[in-house]
Nanobody, 115 residues
Framework: QVQLVESGGGLVQTGGSLRLSCAVS????????VGWYRQVPGKQRELVAG???????SYADFVKGRFAISRDNRKNMVYLEMNSLKPEDTAVYYC?????????WGQGTQVTVSS
């Protein structure tokens, strides 16, 4: 079974930083596409950042210059560095992994940015 375990969410004030982590097990991690998504109640889940197995990066316009996704293939970890946080970044953040076998999601971690 593929499992994704997230950590690092919490409460931070406007302008602050958080680092989200996602530990992946049960798949050949180096061959996967990884990403972070977020969702606010009443709205659709949206892509925040993505990183494929060859190192290609993609970011949503609303986080460019503020967030950075990375991966450590030796530790099977995915990270999201979040800087210059804004109240509108408040959401549940989800880690996602895609392989040739399917797609899997983490349980989600709450990020709350106070104004």
């Amino acid at each position: 079974q593929v499992q994704l375990v997230e950590s690092g969410g919490g409460l931070v004030q406007t302008g602050g930083s958080l680092r989200l982590s996602c530990a992946v097990s049960g798949t050949i991690f180096s061959s996967t596409v990884v990403g972070w998504y977020r969702q606010v109640p009443g709205k659709q889940r949206e892509l925040v950042a993505g990183l494929d197995s060859s190192g290609f990066l993609s970011y949503a316009d609303f986080v460019k210059g503020r967030f950075a996704i990375s991966r450590d293939n030796r530790k099977n970890m995915v990270y999201l560095e979040m800087n210059s946080l804004k109240p509108e970044d408040t959401a549940v953040y989800y880690c996602n992994v895609i392989s040739s076998r399917g797609a899997w999601w983490g349980q989600g971690t709450q990020v709350t940015v106070s104004s």
